[in-house]
């Protein structure tokens, strides 16, 4: 079958956010609140940060504004792997920070642990399996990658297989399928949008005031504190976080350090025992290959595949806008790739197709910092690894916020920014330039021209 046909009856929506248990939206904040903190970001980040500073100190009173409904955007579309790793996988963290990878790998260890606690204190229902991930070889070039990225994590003390096509293939089942690095612990698999929504239940649960629908306008100090305009309303709080992801930040001076890229996702219809049988993968494992424009793909729990990645599409002037999110040529391309990858299941035919921004920063790992003398604290640019790290991230906006000096504010990673983006036209010449650099690469044999070992050499990069 032409792989476009699996697509015809696909909805234009994320399969995530369809489900009956979404939420009713709360109500807009209509006139003035004071509160101790205000967060500002119904996703991932800020129902975390909400969550913990109440877990922290019950007493204080929170508010949190979310300009839409709480987890629509990213957090509610996104692949679903939950990693520990705060730092876009082992092999960046090691290139930029070597000296305190371990302490990293060992935070973001316990931060994963965090979130699985926090499902079972709260009761969530989140579809959780602690699959671990597979990272696989589908050129020659990466089984050799894969060997060394072993090599290194085992002096790192970390537990990783290594499997050969034929362990990967008794696995996981593809005729593309060369080697593959499994790291059992580190990664589980989520339904996004029900970890958003149990967030925000746990969060409601807690005493928290959440208003939806209320999008903060603008920010300036007041008194020993901040205001913040919404539509109908102002909040007067004593501290401010910001979880805003790659929407434009409150704090002008942050905006030049995020880029949106968009990022897509298939989800087919459920496979048949039959179909299950062609591939295997009874461990349920996260899947992603491991080229520079690299697919991930995992089953849910009514047992779909989703498949995205491949494309990431950068839109001249950075707008991130609701038309962005389908792409009929990237759906097409994803489509042939997955029947690329498993001719066995011919015939399957997707039935959601979706995209969403991922706030990418030139190192492709979060950063963090305090406005307005101490009262503002922001954490973005995870790039595409923020299902997990958010919670991370809320941790440290909070220590941010207490001027606490912490474990987590000590770190190198803490402490320094990304390199910001050039301004337009050179900052979409040089994401254009980048992308097709890795595509060349990807295609011949994983060779980086001058252009991408330049970026290497400087530290910067681009990735979703
Ligand atoms: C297609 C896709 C696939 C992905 N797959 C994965 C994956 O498998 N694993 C992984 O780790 N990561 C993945 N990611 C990234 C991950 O989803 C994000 O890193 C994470 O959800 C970020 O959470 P957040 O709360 O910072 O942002 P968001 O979920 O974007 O939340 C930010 C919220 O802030 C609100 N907001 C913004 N400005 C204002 C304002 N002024 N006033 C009020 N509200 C405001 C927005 O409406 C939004 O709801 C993926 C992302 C996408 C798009």
Redesign the pocket.
């Known amino acids: 079958m032409d792989s476009a046909r699996a697509l015809s009856d696909a909805r234009p929506t994320p399969f995530w956010l369809e489900d009956p248990g979404r939420p009713e939206a709360l109500s807009a904040l209509v006139g003035d609140v004071k509160c101790d903190l205000l967060v ?8 975390w940060t909400a969550l913990i500073a109440k877990e922290r100190d019950p007493s204080l009173d929170v508010v949190l ?19 520990a790793s705060l730092t876009h996988g082992f092999g960046n963290g090691l290139q930029r920070w070597p000296t305190e990878l371990a302490q990293l790998e060992r935070l973001g260890a316990a931060n994963l642990d965090g979130i699985e606690a926090t499902l079972k204190r709260y009761g969530i229902d989140a579809e959780w399996e602690r699959t671990g991930e597979i990272d696989v070889a589908t050129q020659p070039h990466q089984v050799e990658e894969l060997h060394e990225i072993a090599e290194a994590v085992s002096r790192y003390g970390l537990d990783i297989t290594v499997l050969d096509a034929d362990a990967l293939r008794a696995e996981v089942d593809s005729p593309t399928f060369l080697g593959g690095l499994w790291d059992k612990e580190g990664v589980a698999m989520v339904h ?1 949008a029900k970890l ?1 929504w149990g967030l925000k239940d746990a969060c409601l649960g807690q005493g928290v005031r959440i208003f939806e629908y ?4 603008d920010l300036r100090e007041y008194g020993s504190g901040m205001a913040v305009r919404t539509p109908y309303g102002r909040v007067f709080a004593r501290r401010v976080a910001l ?6 930040s ?1 704090v002008k001076r942050v905006r030049p350090y995020v880029v949106p890229v ?4 298939l989800m087919t219809e459920p496979l048949n025992a039959e179909q299950l049988a062609a591939i295997g993968w009874r461990g349920r494992q996260g899947l992603g290959d491991s080229a520079n424009k690299f697919h ?1 793909f995992r089953l849910s729990a009514d047992n779909r595949i989703l498949w ?1 990645g491949y494309d990431a599409v950068y839109h001249y002037g950075g707008r991130v806008r609701n038309e962005y999110d389908q792409r009929p040529e990237t759906f097409r391309t994803l489509a042939h790739n997955f029947f690329r990858c498993f001719p066995q299941l011919e015939g399957l035919r997707f039935t959601h197709a ?6 990418t920063c030139s190192r492709f790992s979060a950063f963090f910092d305090t406005a307005h003398r101490g009262r503002v604290a922001y ?2 640019g ?9 919670r991370f ?1 809320a941790e440290v906006m909070l220590d941010l916020l207490d001027g606490a000096r912490t474990e987590r504010t000590s770190l190198e990673m803490v402490r320094s920014k990304p390199l910001p983006f050039p301004p337009e036209p050179v900052r979409w010449a040089g994401i254009e330039i980048t992308t097709r650099s890795l595509d060349y690469a990807d295609r011949h044999g994983g060779r980086r021209n001058l252009w991408l070992r330049t970026l290497d050499r400087l530290g910067l990069g681009f990735d979703s």
């Open positions: 500002v970001g119904g996703g991932y980040s800020g129902l504004v979310e300009g839409n409904e709480v987890g629509w955007a990213a957090s509610g579309r996104n692949g679903g792997f939950c990693a996004p958003a209320t999008r903060a306008l979880g805003t992801n790659v929407f434009p409150l968009y990022d897509y996702a991930y995205g979706w995209g969403g921004a991922i706030d954490a973005t995870y790039t595409g690894l923020g299902v997990g790290a958010t991230g």
